[in-house]
């Protein structure tokens, strides 16, 4: 896959990119390897600055400098130094987590406009807003921005309908969907290496990522009956937490409710592991979003418990919707056990057409990634810190 734009000349730019980093959540991180990847091609001689939660385990992971993101007199210095500002990655603009995280990205957008750094937005979603003032906040500060690159159609649309400027707006791509993929030394060789004798490498591998949510408690038993079903039928189940200290106990919960045997991932995994064991699987039942993600850079054929718009999102990207399964809103109330192992058991049945269209759908996406760095290029250009 060819997911990075050749550049004929190097620019020297120290980019300050901000984003929800160093929290142990290998969705972000794979948003930010992704980034770093397209950026070192965009500008070969760059030097990137990250604001982290965990600055330590930021440069270890992806060779970059990185300062505290509440370490103002770090900030302030970046910032000083810094050349081009990019608010990179995820759904850091909305609110259903909090109005505070909004407000920080926010005012990390503001902050970089004070000191005169143009603003890049890239790869994001947009929203969900549950206030209407929030939305409108996010919308105002959004246009400081010199390019917003967005990695939906849905969040396009939505900041068009709401009077975004399209000349500075760009469909993307989720940066992660251009991870490279490395050539594996032998077939399944970290779920050899983790399960020893109890894996069967000739049965297919079911891999099995689930969060914390507030209704999911009352689904668990269903899954876990659905996927006991599948593992009577000969399937291995390995459940694989991406934020392993707030997965594992939700991950944990549904093992124990299973009968037959089940796997479950207990070790912390860089992006390059994930990614790796991502493609040893032969399908997927997400609710992380980047455990979705990064099946389909490995084609792999997935199932969606949607708790979240982005959730439903992505997989529209990849023109299966019906693969969405909505998880109920409701307290106490339960998804149907019957209708997820029938939505399962159809991943086998038409896998060879699912994934002929992943690929096809992946590479639309990586294709609009190239596009949109494009207009990146172009916009350093403009702003006379590329030449």
Known sequence: MSGVLAVGKEAKINFIISGYYGFGNIGDEAVLAGMLQQLRTIAPSSRCIVLSGDPARTAAEHGVEAIHRLDIKALWSALRQGTVFISGGGTLFQDVTSSRSLYYYLLMVVLARAFGLPVIVYGQ????FRSRWNRLLTLQILRLAGLVIVRDRGAYEQLLAWGFDGKRLCLGADPALTLRVQPHRSSKSLLRRALGHRFLPEKPVLLVSL??????????????????????????????????????PVCQRCVELMVEEAFLWSMPLTVQETLDLLGEADYCLGMRLHALILAAVHRVPMLGLAYDPKVESFLKELGLLDGAFRLPVEAGKSLDRKELLSSLSRLEAERERLVRQIDQRVEEMVARMREAN?????????VGVYR
């Open 211 to 248: 969060r914390p949510w507030p209704y999911l408690d009352a689904s668990l038993p269903a899954v876990a009956g659905a996927l006991d079903q599948l593992s009577r039928r000969g399937w291995q189940v390995v459940f694989v937490p991406l934020q392993l200290a707030a997965d594992y």
């Open 125 to 128: 979603g947009i929203g969900p």
């Open 374 to 382: 494009r207009s990146f290029k172009g916009l350093l250009a403009l």
